[in-house]
């Protein structure tokens, strides 16, 4: 017979040696089934938040939930939270639990007025999005997540079926399935949660906060023939000489789909790159982001989390030099479906450039995506026009004559 984990035996202690009342009996209740996993979030009214925690164990003392033991994400030793200072817990989804910190001191009171911020804020962006006839995603409830999971995960084994040498790699926001062996996928995943992590911080959405409609699901293959084959067979795209490819549902639903190629880092870029595009499409509303953005955005998340690549510096030098000789950034690059391959680097420049100040550059995204139109929303937020921004871009770059 298999012992029970550290956590578990805490849980029984606790549980024999109390007769819990009926609100720590009901909080006890809904953590008991996540003891030895990770749940969503554990906020203190410190404004100190762990996602992503693995949940060791809840101890309960004369008849009251008294504290929980967790393990941060990223760590390995386990660290005791008096629920007293906990402002709310998130499991599955779901607040199992919220109270008002009343000690705390300065931390706690700057961060009780940041959550008041912020839910201001997203007040006023729906109000803002509703005058525009703009409808922001709507947010699961927990029992519209779990049917989303569950409705991911069945296609997920669909896929195994069809492809026998995949296997399932899941974590808190991905659902991974590859052929790639252990050992050489774990960095990658590591990369997705990382661009996931740094997106979330760049447009101030509170660490935890659900972005994706259940998951994103990733399918990575180490042969091109078998992504083609699954991009045939169950996105019925006929894609030949593409790395990867990020399919964005208008139901919301985000799959990216990838073969590894012969360069690690390059496909540890790729990865970054075409999930970022499904995070942009998921925030805040279905409002599509300007394919020069798009890309930019992409190429720049890339190249931050993936220094080691040189993909982006490649495509920048190679525009710089198309700049240099045509002065211009080529045709129709703010406003193409899809801009050319040269004018890749000039999207990653320009987005660097306007990032300079992460502040201007979130505001300017954010208006995009509530459906302000673009050279509105930057100026907005930079004061500037789209010809001001591109006079600019080519001074910082030696081209001081460049136009659009």
């Known amino acids: 017979m298999t012992p029970p984990s ?51 164990g809840v101890v309960v003392r004369d008849g009251d939930v008294k504290s929980l033991r967790i393990v941060p994400e990223g760590e390995t030793r386990s660290k005791p939270l008096l629920l007293s200072g906990i402002t709310r817990i998130d499991a599955n989804r779901e607040t199992v639990h919220t109270a008002e910190v009343k000690r705390g001191g300065a931390a706690a009171i700057k961060h009780a007025r940041a959550k008041e911020a912020y839910a201001k804020e997203q007040a006023a962006a729906a109000e803002r999005m509703q005058k525009r006839g703009v409808a922001p ?19 997920a084994e669909q896929v195994s079926q069809a492809f026998p040498a995949l296997e399932k790699a899941e974590t808190h926001e991905f659902i991974m399935l590859t052929d790639i062996p252990t050992p ?36 990575a293959f180490l042969k091109e023939e078998d992504f083609q084959a699954f991009e045939d067979r169950f996105m019925q795209s006929k894609l030949r000489g593409m790395h990867g490819l990020c399919h964005q549902r208008s139901d919301g639903r985000v799959i990216m789909a990838c073969h590894r190629g012969d360069d690690a880092p ?73 801009i050319e391959s040269v004018q890749y680097g000039m999207a990653s420049g320009l987005v660097k450039f306007l990032a300079r100040d992460l502040k201007k550059f979130a505001v300017f995204v954010r208006a995009i995506k509530e459906g302000v139109p673009v050279e509105e929303s930057l100026e907005q937020a930079y004061g500037a026009s789209l010809d001001a921004l591109v006079k600019s871009y080519g001074t910082a770059i030696g081209v001081p004559a460049l136009t659009r």
């Not at 035996?9 to 008991?32: F, G, H, N, R, Y």
């Not at 029992?143 to 999971?149: K, N, Q, R, T, V």
């Not at 990369?191 to 259940?214: A, Q, R």
């Not at 525009?319 to 950034?329: H, N, R, S, V």
Request: hydrophobic fraction near 40%; aromatic fraction near 10%; charged fraction near 20%.
């Open 6 to 56: 550290p956590g578990r035996i805490i849980m029984m202690i606790a549980w024999l040696a109390t007769l819990p009342s009926a609100a720590a009996d009901t909080l006890a209740e809904k953590l008991e089934p996540h003891v030895g996993h990770a749940i969503d979030l554990i906020e203190l009214g410190t404004g100190t938040r762990y996602v992503r925690p693995k949940l060791e």
């Open 266 to 338: 390059a496909f540890a870029h790729m990865l970054v790159h075409e999930t970022s595009h499904g995070f942009n499409y998921r925030w805040l509303s279905p409002t599509r982001l300007p394919n020069w953005l798009n890309e930019g955005i992409a190429e720049w998340v890339g190249t931050k989390l993936v220094p080691g690549s040189n993909q982006v510096p490649l495509k920048e030098a190679q525009a710089l030099e198309y700049m240099q000789q045509k002065g211009t950034l080529g045709t129709d690059f703010f406003d193409a479906a899809n």
């Open 184 to 219: 050489q996928i774990k960095p990658y995943v590591a990369n997705l949660d990382s661009m996931h992590d740094f997106l979330c911080t760049l447009y101030g959405i509170p660490p935890g906060e659900p972005v994706w409609k259940g998951k994103c699901l990733v399918v």
């Open 137 to 155: 995603w709507p947010r699961l409830s927990a029992a519209e997540h779990d049917a989303e999971l569950e409705e991911l995960r069945g296609f």
